[in-house]
């Protein structure tokens, strides 16, 4: 069984950021799952989030995350999202997801 929408994981890094609800509703307009996360103080934080949720895709608001971040989830892409960046552009960016495991089902499944 494969999953039929990508899953996004949004995280406001270290401060509130307003942009995440319209990012968070973008990405739900394009079709994909949302977990909204809030706000998270760690790394430690995001990645025990990003191994419960299971996503194809981790937003990053505020705070641009470690390069480590990066490296301990892999292969899930990590898209840090700037206040220059639309809502738009990072819906776009995050589309692509892990194209390697797109068509396995996720752990909740399996």
């Known amino acids: 069984m494969s999953r039929e929408r990508r899953r996004v994981l949004v995280v406001e890094f270290t401060r509130p ?12 307009d394009a079709g994909m799952e949302v ?41 899930v892409r990590v898209i840090p999202v700037d206040a220059a960046m639309s809502p738009e552009e990072a819906a776009n960016l995050l589309a692509g997801g892990r194209s390697h495991t797109a068509d396995a089902p996720s752990d909740r499944v399996r």
């Open 17 to 28: 950021e307003p942009a995440a609800v319209a990012l968070g509703r973008v990405l739900r």
């Open 35 to 75: 977990v909204h996360a809030g706000p998270l103080e760690t790394v430690e934080q995001i990645l025990r989030t990003a191994e419960q949720e299971d996503p194809d895709a981790v937003a990053v608001l505020g705070e641009r995350p470690p390069p480590d971040l990066e490296q301990a989830l892999d292969p």
